[in-house]
């Protein structure tokens, strides 16, 4: 997430459309404000899963919380950021193309995000 909004930014400064770079649109400052502001909370939230992971503390349910969150923010972020970069996010010669790519998986392998809910959802018992 964290490379994709650099890299992201950085092509928006660059792309040009209507006379501009896309930068100058509302439209894509709200979105990539949207990207950086989930990335900056999941990484919040991924630092204290690992302190308490390292403390011998980190529980199944918050380990569940942290792959299905992480994993559909990722989606979210990544999608958002392939979006911004118009029909060259889906070319394979862009980053964000491949990183799209891994983020899609992140949600199934490891446990599927839909099994993380059912661990994290234990816990209520
Ligand atoms: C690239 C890749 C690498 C992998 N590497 C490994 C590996 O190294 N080692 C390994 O062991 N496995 C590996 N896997 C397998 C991976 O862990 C499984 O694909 C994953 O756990 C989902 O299982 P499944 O494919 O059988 O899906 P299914 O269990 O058939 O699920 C299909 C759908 O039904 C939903 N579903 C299933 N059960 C429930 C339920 N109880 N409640 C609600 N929804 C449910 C799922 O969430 C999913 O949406 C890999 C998979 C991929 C794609």
């Not at 770079?21 to 990484?43: D, G, H, S």
């Not at 979210?76 to 010669?93: I, K, N, R």
């Amino acid at each position: 997430m964290e490379g994709a909004v650099e890299r992201t930014i950085e092509y928006c400064k660059e792309r040009q459309a209507f006379g501009g770079p896309i930068m100058q649109f509302q439209n894509t400052r709200f979105k990539l404000a949207e990207c950086q502001t989930k990335t900056a909370v999941a990484r919040a939230f991924l630092d204290e899963c690992i302190a308490e992971h390292l403390k011998g503390e980190f529980t199944v349910e918050k380990a569940a919380m942290a792959k299905y969150w992480l994993t559909d923010t990722q989606g979210e972020v990544l999608d958002e950021c392939l979006q911004l970069h118009g029909g060259y996010g889906f070319m394979q010669e862009y980053a964000v193309a491949e990183m799209w790519t891994d983020a899609r998986v992140q949600r199934i392998y490891g446990g599927t995000n839909e099994i993380m809910k059912e661990l994290i959802s234990r816990s209520f018992k």
